[in-house]
């Protein structure tokens, strides 16, 4: 079983010193974008249709491979199963709300979440620039500068 806890940061970010263990990472260099989908591929609720959109808008999503984009399809899915669920209803499923807000999280969709990984998103320029740790992990994975 694996650790417990919360997730260590990553070789570059650790301080102190690291057994030669500990500093080796495996690395996967990927060339190419990732392509964004145009839409969810099936009819929704405004709001989870809003939500989607605005996932693509969204300054983190620079970082998603093709698997978070249908983490995020998944995800909006069941959001959409939820509201038909009310709908039908009048009533709140907590157990499945919790578990779409945690999976939002995983997405980093809230502020929240993305203060916990130390990503901020800089609109203030007029356009979302990733700043500081992001910039960084960035340049670590291309090894390039822009």
Known sequence: MGARGPLS????VKAGHRTKEELEVDKLD????VERPEDL???????????????????????YEPSDWQA???VCFQMNEHIKYMTKTSKVNSNSFTSIW??????????????????????????????????????MLTGSQE
């Open 72 to 74: 995020a399809r998944f």
């Open 9 to 12: 940061k990553r070789g570059p």
């Open 102 to 139: 945690s999976a939002m999280n995983d997405l980093l969709a809230t502020e929240g979440s993305r203060r916990r990984v130390k990503l901020e998103i800089d609109r203030s320029q007029g356009e979302a620039e990733v700043v500081d740790f992001m910039a960084a992990y960035k340049e």
């Open 30 to 33: 990927v060339i190419g974008p």
């Open 41 to 63: 591929g099936f009819d929704a609720h405004p709001l989870v249709v809003d939500f989607f959109e605005s996932l693509k808008e969204s300054g983190q999503s620079a970082f």
